[in-house]
Each structure stands twice: as structure tokens, then as C-alpha cells.
């Protein structure tokens, strides 16, 4: 199966959310990063769909979904992901998230435990003030504070993206990752971003009680490996895996090892993941 062969699809409601589908299989529910969209995961729903249905989504304001009136909760988030479950008939759902993804997920996690069969959790924070002061203030600095000012997504692209991968990232990763942050929701992502800075997740860890991954990358400058650690001590039933020559974003930067890490995680637990009617096996 090829991407050729994906679903672009809709849940409709308040906003409309989209995705993409592609495979056979139990459900794995894909969810992207702060300045991502559902094609940040071709790769990973190519090297899975023979086995599973992958679906990866673009989260309100993002990608193909409609932008949204008011603030942002990040509730709003998990009530959508429900929206998409029942869409599509799932019972219970594979999660993986990378970064604002992993944090969705955290939050969503306490509230809708009976949707979740496993968690993959990829180069997150669980308290936006467990990052350091200098980091805090480089997050900002490096996101909301020039978009305000008026420069374009065009001009800040290159130096966020440095601020995110590994030292030797490949300029097809690079490529992949500019062209991804052209396509953010100017309003969208600042209200994202001033949702972040209020983040703080960290008493719902030890309230995980399913199979859960974490992965993180060596060189990730953002969440370091340190987070990872304490993230892991916290979380029952979890484990912890390094992606080597990675920064932040390490399903982009190097696909095959994380492809590698999920495939197996997910194939361990393949079938704790079902359809409310289970015709797809």
C-alpha cells in the first residue's frame, strides 16, 4: 500500500477537522507537532498501513481543519479527537504524538482512558516549566514574539528550524519541515502557542495505565533526553527509547529509526486496538 492510496477525509462539526487514512488493520491515531500538519507522518503511515489503519490528523486551526473563534483550550483538542473516533467508528485506538501532539494526548488521556489502547509519546514536555528559563524565553522568542512584530512564516522558518534538529540534519528533512511551517495558521498558532505557556500535565502521568513509548531525540534541544527520564519514571508500564542523531523532531529527521521503535511497540500490542464493529483485522 502507497500513499497514493490515502484517504483525505472529514469530521464534520465546529470546527471541521481533517485526515488522512491509509491501511488495514487496528486504528493508530496520529498526531502532529506546534508548527506541523498530518503530512509530518507520511512516513510513518507508509511503513505501517499494511498492518494497521493509520489516520493522521490535522489539528483545528491547522493544515485542511477550519480555524475556530476565541481562545484555545486544550481540552478543545481532545473533545476533537473524540469527534474523530466516533467518526470513524473506533473503539479503541493505538495514540502516537509528537511534541504539542504527545501534550494533546497527555491531557486527553485522563478523560477518555477507554479510547486508549497504547501511547506513544515523541519529544514532549509535561509542564512547560520544567523547561528552563532560557528555554521558555527562546520559545517564544522564536515563535510568537516575531509573527507579532510582523514578519512572515517565510522569515522565521530557518532559524526555528535550527532551533529544532540535530546537528546533522539532512537538507531533505530540512526541506520537508520549512515547507510544513509555511503552512501554519498565522492566528491559529499564536493562540497555540499562548495555550502552551499555561501547560502543565505532570499530575496526570502516574494516572497512565496503558501500555505507553516514549521516544526521544539525542540531540533534542527543546525537550532533552532529561525529560524523557523523569517522564518515564513517572509513567507505569513505560519505556524509553533514544533516537541517535536526532533533534526534536525525530520521526522527520530519521525516519527509519523511529519506524523501527514504533513498529514494534505497536506490533506487541497490535490487537488492543479495535473498531466498535471489527471487520478490519
Known amino acids: 500500500m502507497t500513499l497514493k492510496d490515502i484517504k483525505h477525509q472529514f469530521v464534520e ?16 491515531i496520529f498526531l502532529h507537532g506546534i508548527g506541523g500538519n498530518h503530512s509530518n507522518w507520511y512516513d510513518q503511515q507508509s511503513h505501517i498501513s499494511d498492518r494497521f489503519t493509520t489516520i493522521a490528523w490535522d489539528a483545528r486551526g491547522y493544515g485542511d481543519s477550519e480555524d475556530y473563534s476565541g481562545p484555545l483550550k486544550f481540552s478543545d483538542f481532545g473533545e476533537d479527537l473524540i469527534r474523530l473516533l466516533d467518526s470513524r467508528d473506533i473503539e479503541k ?14 491531557d486527553f488521556f485522563p478523560k477518555y482512558k477507554n479510547r486508549v ?16 528559563m532560557d528555554k521558555q524565553k527562546e520559545f517564544i522568542d522564536l ?4 509573527l507579532k512584530s510582523g514578519k512572515t512564516l517565510e522569515e522565521i522558518a530557518p532559524k526555528l528550524i535550527d532551533s529544532l ?3 546533522n540534519c539532512t537538507k531533505e528533512a530540512r526541506d520537508k519541515l520549512y515547507k510544513s511551517f509555511l503552512k501554519i495558521h498565522i492566528n491559529s498558532y499564536l493562540k497555540t502557542i499562548a495555550e502552551t505557556v499555561n501547560y502543565d500535565a505532570s499530575s496526570n502521568l502516574s494516572k497512565f495505565n496503558v501500555p505507553t513509548q516514549l521516544i526521544y531525540g539525542e540531540y533534542d534541544q527543546l525537550t532533552p533526553v532529561a525529560i524523557g527520564k523523569s517522564a518515564q ?3 507505569l508500564n513505560s519505556s524509553l527509547n533514544i533516537i541517535k542523531n536526532a533533534g526534536h523532531l525525530s520521526n522527520i529527521e530519521q525516519p527509519d529509526a523511529f519506524n523501527t521503535i514504533i513498529n514494534n511497540f505497536l506490533s506487541k500490542h497490535r490487537n488492543l ?8 483485522k
Open 13 to 28: 462539526g465546529n470546527p471541521r477537522i481533517s485526515f488522512k487514512e491509509l491501511g488495514n488493520g487496528p486504528p493508530v
Open 233 to 235: 519514571k513517572k509513567i
Open 273 to 280: 486496538a479495535k473498531f466498535k464493529k471489527d471487520i478490519r
Open 93 to 106: 485506538a493505538h495514540f502516537v504524538g509528537l511534541s504539542m501532539g504527545a501534550r494533546i494526548l497527555m
Open 143 to 146: 515563535r510568537q514574539k516575531p
Open 117 to 132: 489502547a497504547t501511547l506513544v509519546l515523541c519529544d514532549c514536555f509535561f509542564d512547560y516549566k520544567i523547561l528552563s
Open 165 to 167: 534538529v540535530g546537528p
